[in-house]
């Protein structure tokens, strides 16, 4: 979060990069859901909102004193969608902001795929966006890591293991031509980076120390 | 980006939580329990061939230096700690194969031998100055030879004076971490393991007592508590209750009744004799 304000452009940029990855998919289900947007509104507001936030640099009112950044965060896009819809006209496709890569297409099969669940409000859906978001930014970390580090193994054990699930270290290790130590230790690995690239995923996109510890003992129920 | 659902989710925290034993003598097995001070894990000892129980730690290592301290048959004892790459700490102890105190079904008898035992346990902690501030049936272990292990001593490595701590239905109503507090917590144990004995006035008696609101009301001490019931199993009277004659009565042919019924054959005996002769 921090980034996202820094004066130095390329971090700044950085900075953006990670705050709209983590936020864009619980901003457009929260539009489409609270507000019952048609999907086309709801992906030209979370463009509109993400284009004005940067352009009117509005997070930098945010303080950490108030409450979570995430909060504060929902609350601009409350307040963003209220003027829009006072001034009932919705931004165009393509006008005079500046079009994020942002593929509303996945986001709303997941939507069709994976509806809220029978009374949840909101709220809650983009709190579990939120969670979900992080974890997938830091698994496609982990993925990156892998290869460029050409551990590919190590993050196939992991997918396999750690995210699909299903299969037991003697049956990986005998489909991975290993032996069972080596899967353990693999996979002791890729968790332990795991852990670090999510927690550095985390350290990006929360408004302070304190909320970074919060969420980390909230997420990984332990205290750093 | 791939759609991550929520058991994947759930998959993804453990992993990422999951304590890396790497470089020790260590290897997890499996998770065994979890609680608001830790994890608890099944693990191997490769070094001395075992299976152990390894707790990995929320926040530092009060707890393993506590439950070291506390040798004693009714607790288990640590053999192992240390910390791990990512600064947690963690503990080996005894692996305690057997079932929980609130599954466990025995006669009544037994259940109170066991219930004794846990009393034992707690005053010999007390007389170490340390208090459990979480004494409930899921923290207590029955292992394979009938023994009772007190466990989970979390609560005791943060207590300070005044902290509040505890489970609800275990928890005295003054809700701080004292001697007193576990004493009524001793009790609600033992209004859980008395469970369909609502006859036995005498029992119902000294859960009350040891229940009682106010601190000062209830057993001085865990020991005191323990003598109580075992007058009750001996069939002596119970400080705590004012029996009846009736109950009395009850209780005396209860405790006596090898005697009463020796004197009772000896006398039908002598009265059997007697008609013999005068015939």
Sequence with gaps: MVAAGSLDAGERRRGWEALVGAYWKPVYK????????????????TQGFFARA????FFRAYDAARGSFRTFLRTCLEGFVANERKAGARLKRGGDVQMLSLDFVSAEGELFEHPPAAGSSPEELFQREWVRSLFAMALEDLKAECEAREKQIYFRLFERYDVDAGSSYAELADEFQLPVTSVTNYLAWARREFRRLLLGRLREITGGDEEYRADAKALLGMPL | MKFLEDDAIGRLRRAAEAPDFSGTRYRVIEEIGRGGMGVVYRAEDSVLGRTVALKVM??????????????????????DAGTLPDGRTFYAMKLVEGMRLSEYRGPLA?????????????????????????????NVMIGA????????????AIARPGVIAGTRGYMAPEMIVSPAGDVYALGAI??????????????????SRAMARVAGDRYGSALELRDEVARYVD????????EGIGERAARLF??????????????????????FLRR
């Design chain 2, 58 to 79: 929320d926040d530092g290592d009060a707890e393993a230096r506590i439950m070291a301290s506390l040798e004693h048959p009714g607790i288990v004892p640590v053999h």
């Design chain 2, 235 to 242: 069939g002596e009277r119970v400080v705590a209750h004012r």
């Design chain 2, 190 to 207: 033992l209004r859980d393991l008395k469970d369909g004995q609502e006859s036995r006035a005498a029992l119902g008696a000294i859960v």
């Design chain 1, 30 to 45: 929260f539009v489409r859901i609270k507000w019952e947007y048609s999907a086309e509104d709801a992906a030209d507001l």
């Design chain 2, 110 to 138: 037994d259940r109170l031998r066991v219930f004794q035992k846990i009393c034992e346990a707690v005053a010999f902690a007390h007389s170490r100055g340390v208090v459990h501030g979480d004494l409930k049936p899921d």
């Design chain 2, 145 to 156: 030879f009938g023994e009772a292990l007190v466990m989970d001593w979390g609560v005791a």
């Design chain 1, 54 to 57: 940067m352009e009117k640099d």
């Design chain 2, 254 to 275: 209860v405790r006596h009744r090898v005697a009463i019924l020796l004197v009772v054959a000896y006398l039908a005996m002598r009265i059997a004799l007697l008609v």
